[in-house]
């Protein structure tokens, strides 16, 4: 998945989840965070980040916060961009058959999942978008989600093939674990899930300012 007209700039701060305030070219452009997450090791003052032009003239904000630096390494923490980069991914014949119908936002249950595909037999596909890094180790997630548990339950129940692909979105890390300290509620939820049979899968991202793409598998240790 790729951005149009991404500009650099440098975090000051962020005064709420939805809105963050960027120095660019001088002077301080209020713009959309598009991740309700707490992501408070990635948006530091003097970080450099990458704004996307929205293209939405009606908006309040012109840009949206796509991507941040951390270190030498870059992190999309576009929340939009796990699916749309798996909606790609899996069109190109990952997991699935290349041509398997594939709907996004399915509903099953009581309850909509990313992926819906037909192979013919319906399978369902959750996607968990991964910002979180401690010395190269990804987590999920970085705030309590009881919606991602009940999630993850749901998927256990299923009679069919069920699975959970964690995007990790940055590259280069060493594995993924679920963050039982922030989250014991999902941390028990995953390990039931993959006891239950549902395909735990990560993988990395390759990450420009202005794109990112799923990549290589990562190690999953529960």
Aim: net charge negative; hydrophobic share 40%.
């Amino acid at each position: 998945m790729r951005y149009s007209n991404v500009i650099a700039g440098t975090f000051i701060a962020r005064p709420n989840r939805f809105i963050a305030h960027v120095r660019v070219d001088g002077h301080t452009e209020t713009v959309h965070v598009k991740n309700t997450g707490r992501c408070r090791e990635l948006l530091v003052p003097g970080a450099t980040v990458y704004l996307a032009e929205a293209g939405n003239p009606a908006r309040k904000t012109r840009y949206d916060l796509a991507a941040v630096q951390k270190g030498d390494r870059l992190i999309n923490m576009d929340s939009q961009a796990p699916n749309q980069a798996a909606l790609e991914w899996l069109r190109a014949g990952h997991v699935f058959p290349a041509g398997t119908e594939i709907r996004p936002e399915y509903t099953y249950g009581g309850s909509r999942f990313d992926f819906g595909l037909f192979t013919p037999d319906l399978a369902l596909l959750e996607v968990k978008g991964v910002t979180l890094e401690r010395d190269g180790v990804v987590l999920f997630p970085d705030a309590p989600t009881e919606r991602g548990a009940k999630h993850l339950r749901e998927l256990a129940a299923f009679p069919g093939e069920a699975y959970v692909l964690f995007a990790v979105q940055m590259a280069d890390v060493k594995y993924f674990t679920p963050n039982g300290e922030t989250d014991p509620a999902f941390a028990a939820a995953l390990q039931a899930a993959a006891d239950a049979g549902v395909h735990i899968l990560a993988y990395d991202c390759r990450v420009t300012p202005d794109s990112m793409e799923i990549a290589d598998p990562v190690e999953v240790r529960l």
